[in-house]
């Protein structure tokens, strides 16, 4: 069974920062690209990074570029989301997905339940 | 980077059918046959309902159905159930190895 598992959310204070990760299972992780989104309270979903299997080809939502950092560990299966300079619009419910293939493939067909970052004073 | 478009709303009584839109651009829905349909419930994670804009993953009902023309893809839900009643959303792949972008999402209610 697919398990993605997202961890590291919280509270933090505007222009701090934070780390999420995802620790995956149930596949073989080095097989398939990962991606994060997230989604504001009350809103849609936001597509905020992807990474191939290899890390060989990244990818960030403009919104982001420059202040996260996407990357992964195919030796410990996991994921994670590296967010410096946090504003309050990066408040969203982040979750982990996986997607069809190694790199290039936009359908996600597992997700996590997401970990909550609170950006605020 | 823009959304892609989606009413905010729809709404059918059980047993209809009804469709929700996806309006993008010749960049990203009109180039590709890489869209994906979501289904989301309160308080959970979504779940894909529809891939490459036609194809239903092995569990999803036969009820939903994708399709595309030009810059706007659909999904149509047939035979409208009390549980259907959840947030949908659209994606597509928008040129490069991993830019994805999402619809704004739709609200079905079943009346």
């Known amino acids: 069974e697919v398990q993605l598992v997202e961890s590291g959310g919280g509270l933090v204070q505007p222009g701090r920062s934070l780390r999420l990760s995802c620790a995956a299972s149930g596949f073989t992780f080095d097989d398939y690209a990962m991606h994060w989104v997230r989604q504001a309270p009350g809103k849609g979903l936001e597509w905020v990074s992807g990474i191939s299997w290899n890390s060989g080809s990244i990818g960030y939502a403009d919104s982001v570029k420059g202040r996260f950092t996407i990357s992964r560990d195919n030796a410990k299966n996991s994921l994670y989301l590296q967010m410096n300079s946090l504003r309050a619009e990066d408040t969203a419910l982040y979750y982990c997905?996986?997607?069809?293939?190694?790199?290039?493939?936009?359908?996600?067909?597992?997700w996590g339940q997401g970990t909550l970052v609170t950006v605020s004073s | 980077q823009s959304a892609l478009t989606q009413p905010a709303s729809v709404s059918g009584s059980p047993g209809q059918s009804i469709t929700i839109s996806c309006t993008g651009t010749s960049s990203d829905v009109g180039s590709y046959n890489l869209v994906s349909w979501y289904q989301q419930h309160p308080g959970k994670a979504p779940k894909l309902m529809i891939y490459e804009v036609s194809k239903r993953p092995s569990g999803v009902s036969n009820r939903f159905s994708g399709s595309k023309s030009g810059n706007t893809a659909s999904l149509t839900i047939s035979g409208l159930q009390a549980e259907d009643e959840a947030d949908y959303y659209c994606c597509s792949y928008a040129g490069s190895s991993t830019n994805v972008v999402f619809g704004g999402g739709t609200k079905l209610t079943v009346l």
């Open positions: 997905a996986k997607v069809t293939g190694p790199v290039g493939a936009t359908t996600f067909d597992y």
